[in-house]
């Protein structure tokens, strides 16, 4: 069985593992979380998922639910990927590109479908997103050391 002294060496080694910088703790920091929210919609139902939708949660389905939670379980990934490799393009790329889809997805359920509202179940994968986001752009030289180009 695990100590807490064993719990607590292996989050050291691990975090002192990561490339240098805040943003790597940043993103090993967000899959976590992501992680036990994803297990929260097997769990625990709807009450949190509805929370984000505010203002259609009627269709939030235990289906749906369990679907965000899936999509939020790949996300984590590749986000976990992208804490430890941050200096490999593709896997830089990817993490980017996995908050844009966030940011779409949250941005169209608030502006076009209306099944958002601005509300604390909302904002948190808002700030999240967009703030990774700028995180990344602006880091993206240093960690990659590539120049920032569209193609």
């Known amino acids: 069985m695990l100590s807490f002294e064993d719990v607590i060496t292996y989050t050291q080694t691990t975090i002192s593992s990561l490339p240098p910088g ?8 967000i899959s976590v979380v992501s992680i036990f929210n994803s297990i929260q ?21 235990k289906l749906s639910a369990r679907t965000f939670g899936t999509w939020t379980f790949v996300s984590c990934i590749i986000r976990l990927y992208g804490a430890f490799y941050l200096n490999e393009l593709h896997i830089y790329q990817l993490a980017m590109i996995s908050y844009l889809i966030a940011l779409f997805h949250f941005g169209s359920e608030l ?35 590539t120049k920032w180009t569209l193609w």
């Open 41 to 61: 919609t097997y769990i625990s139902g709807l009450a949190l998922t509805r929370k984000v939708y505010g203002n259609k949660p009627q269709e939030t389905t």
């Open 22 to 29: 805040n943003l790597p703790k940043w993103l090993l920091f």
């Open 111 to 145: 502006i076009f479908f209306r099944t958002c509202k601005l509300n604390s179940g909302f904002m948190g994968p808002l700030v999240v997103s967009t703030t990774s986001l700028v995180w990344m752009y602006s880091q993206f030289e240093y960690y990659t050391g």
